[in-house]
């Protein structure tokens, strides 16, 4: 090794991918010594990492992949020997574009320890053929000819030329969606829709998507390494800064993926937790919306402080160290324990505010249903109130009450609640508990279903699902097939009778009668499947309606 330290410390014209000196004497060493040696040299020309590895290859140290930015190459290239004057392999493919390096070249080592030929590949920009890399024509070393910096700079300008997020504004970040799944292609689009739904309403562009369908995951990546690579180039191309999971990852996974790939990693836990934080405004709501982040947090802060200082989440210090480690644990199982406690307190407020109700003997009808379906816009316009409804998940998250005096002259207590969604984050139904427990309460449910959807009935099952998990299969319930105004007559009525249902629009309060009815009904306030017609001339008819018990 004494014999290239000379070449350690000078600098490699800018234009060369390496000095033939110090080729010539790479390759000789690596000749006697059998193992390959590989340098990694910056746009400079100075050798940063000096590596040797066996007969057959090199690992590029870890310490080398923590230096640049996303989007951009990495601002190195690495140049390596290959003892049988073989081409590049696969590996050395996998590491060029994992580590985005500018240059992947590899060294021939002739039959008698001489120069044979280089062979060199790069990165491309997004292509019609998908591909991520090239690989040059194999050349004798002698006649190869290469204006290293201007070629590097020529790729690099042409992979960032028409990346969105290098022009786009800092506050509306980049991402790519990765979506595994072992389902139909049919449900997966859906599911993938509503991933987007759910990155879009935190201001997050969604700027290209990566499917892949698996038997089973890989522990440590969730995707295979080749698809890594695809993921990363593909951000690469499209100038995300961060990666989406459309599914749930361990703290493991989560820090191998960010380690490999350099970029910010999110799954669907956490996606959702920070629309839930977003959104929370009552004391219980904020309450529970950061429990249910502490605790996603500690197993992941035993893991990486990194993870730490990405979350946030306002919990204060960060930075590595066993101590300081230990320190940050016990401040969040404290913060824990005073959440619950605070709780706690609440809730028994809400049980006396809840019994003085039941005392008063107003029957409770709380809106359920999957998140957007359209329930607040249901409690408005059934109470002419204002609650907040927007077209996006997760709007409301606090229960908000209201009266609601019905045809026949009595009052209900209607409740808006917070929608559902398939794969309910565990954390955050457990937080979200006490809320959901008020359902209890409830005298009658309002299933809201927004007819509209094309997979309204996979919402129809995850919201009877959760409502099962909840004990509450047993409280009567209306099902009101929401958003009628969206579909043809016929079909409205096709589906009233098939799931034995309302059809309403709820943004039209004359179609909303029957609902008035259907509850009235249900409550044991009319004779029994009698529908209550109000007679005013104004009212349109309904757009459906069976009052029959619904069927699941
Ligand atoms: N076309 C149509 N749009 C509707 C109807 N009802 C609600 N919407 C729209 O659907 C979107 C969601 O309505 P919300 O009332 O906020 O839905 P939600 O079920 O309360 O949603 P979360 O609180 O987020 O769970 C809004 O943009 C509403 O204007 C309807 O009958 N027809
Ligand atoms: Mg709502």
New binding site residues.
Partial sequence: MARLERFYRRRIPVERVISPELARATVELSYEIRRQIGFLINRRGMIESVIVGTDRQLVIPLLARSRSGPRLLRGVRFVHTHLKDQPLTKDDLTDLALLRLDLMVAIGVGPSGDLAQIFVAHLLPENSEGKTCVELAPTPFHAFHMECQDFVQFVESEITKDVPALTATKERPGALLVSVFGRSWGEQEERIQEAKELITSQGIEVLDTVEQRLVKVNPKYVVGMGKLTDVIIQALQSGAEMLIFDRDLTPTQIRSISEMTEMKVLDRTQLILDIFAKRAHSQAGKIQVELAQLKYLLPRLSQTSTAFSRLGGGIGARGPGETKLETDLRRVRDRISHLERELKSLTKHRVQQRTMRSRNQVPVVSIV??????????L?TLTDSHV?????????LDTVSRRLRLAIGREVILT?T??FIRDLPQGLFKAFRSTLEELHDADLLLH?I?A?ASDFDQQIHVVENILAELELEKVPRIFVL?????LPPEEVEFLCRRYQAVG?????KKTLHPIDSAIANRLGWLAKDTLLVKDDGDMESPLCISSQAPVF
Wanted: net charge neutral.
């Fill in positions: 249903g999957y998140t957007n379906a359209g329930k607040s816009t249901l408005n907040s409804a927007k077209d996006r998940p997760f709007e409301t808006d917070v929608g809201v927004d509209s929401n958003k009628c105004d969206r309403v629009s709820a943004l039209n």
